[in-house]
């Protein structure tokens, strides 16, 4: 299973890396050393919430067109929302 996760971590960073994704913001919570970032390009925002220590279980969410939240479970749902968002904007 880590090593799963460990490939959806790399695929989505790849991915957002060649859309040009930008890194919003970033917040440590030192007491549990969660890092949620959040990336955003355009109108699509997502967010990626990682253990400094278990790179394996990190978390990534986002939204559809409609605002209902969206567990990314593979780099597909992500490239899915991000779309959809985008074909919105015409």
Request: positive net charge; proline residues 1%.
């Amino acid at each position: 299973m880590n090593n799963i996760s460990n490939t959806l971590h790399s695929k989505v960073h790849n991915w957002i890396d060649a859309i040009g994704f930008r890194l919003n913001a970033s917040q440590t919570n030192k007491k549990s050393h969660v890092t949620t970032n959040h990336y955003f390009f355009e109108t699509f925002n997502f967010f990626e919430k990682k253990r400094r220590d278990h790179p394996e279980s990190t978390k990534f969410l986002c939204f559809d067109a409609y605002g209902e939240k969206i567990n990314v479970r593979s780099l597909l749902d992500l490239q899915v929302a991000f779309f959809e968002n985008i074909s919105q904007l015409k």
